[in-house]
């Protein structure tokens, strides 16, 4: 498949906030359409907006995981990594991919992803924090990276913080005739969070046993306590599978 990285038709939130139509000051003719690679196979896979203007795009150029910064008027910012690009090899037999990132108070950004084969199958799941100006933080983890394939993390998908700078990713392992739901919490460093499972990953022997193959087949919600433990509160004894 033939992806470009591209952010199209953004509206501004501003002068063209109550008419809805296409920004004219973006991009050329209201979108940009970028491939820094020169191989067609990019791709964006998440979008923020910096408080004043500026936007990120997490994905992928190439076979690397990569985070790019626009300027307000669409162009990669100087500024940011490498003329607007950062690429991170997340050791991927094949290629590597961010899928999801958060934009922390001091102005970092926090990524997470997976490394992937040749089949595009998940191997190992990392998070990685960037500074401001988009070079690896090397106080966070090993050298800028947590690497959990070790552990049996295939991929993350998604990420949030808390008020106290602590971090949760989720994601999949690999199980029986497929995947099952994975968490894993980490102090602000990177470190792993002792009070959310104990430091360990939070249970999907657990998820399985409440959704089993339905949660595999369904779209689902899962809600854990504060310590990685599914709440019977929410849901099905934590779980809400939606078909």
Not at 42 to 59: F, K, Q, T, Y
Not at 169 to 195: I, K, M
Not at 217 to 228: P, Q, S, W
């Amino acid at each position: 498949m033939r992806l470009a990285y591209a952010l199209l038709a953004l509206v501004s939130a501003t002068a063209h906030a109550q008419t809805g139509g296409l920004d004219p000051t973006f991009g050329v003719g209201s979108r940009v359409v970028l491939d820094p690679s020169g191989t067609l196979r990019s791709v964006a896979a998440d979008v923020a907006v910096l408080p004043d203007g500026r936007i990120l795009l997490a994905g992928r150029i190439g076979p690397d995981a990569a985070v790019i910064r626009l300027t307000t008027a669409g162009t990669l910012d100087p500024t940011f990594g490498a003329d607007g690009v950062r690429t991170v090899d997340l050791g991927g037999p094949a290629r590597d991919t961010f899928t999801d990132m958060v934009l922390l108070a001091d102005g970092s950004v926090l990524v997470c992803g997976l490394a992937q084969d040749a089949d595009d199958t998940p191997v190992g799941g990392v998070l990685v924090r960037l500074t401001p100006g988009g070079s690896v933080d090397p106080d966070f983890g090993d050298e800028g990276l947590v690497r959990e394939a070790g552990r049996g993390v295939s991929a993350f998908v998604s990420l949030a913080t808390r008020q106290d700078g602590s971090i949760v990713a989720v994601g999949q392992t690999e199980a029986a005739g497929g995947s099952a739901f994975v968490a894993a919490g980490y102090l602000a460093d990177g470190s792993p969070d002792a009070t959310f499972a104990g430091g360990d990953l939070a249970a999907p022997d657990a998820v399985a046993e409440a959704g089993g193959a339905v949660v595999a087949l369904d779209a689902a919600v899962i809600r854990l306590t504060t310590a990685g433990t599914l709440d019977p509160t929410f849901g099905a004894d934590g779980v809400r599978t939606v078909d």
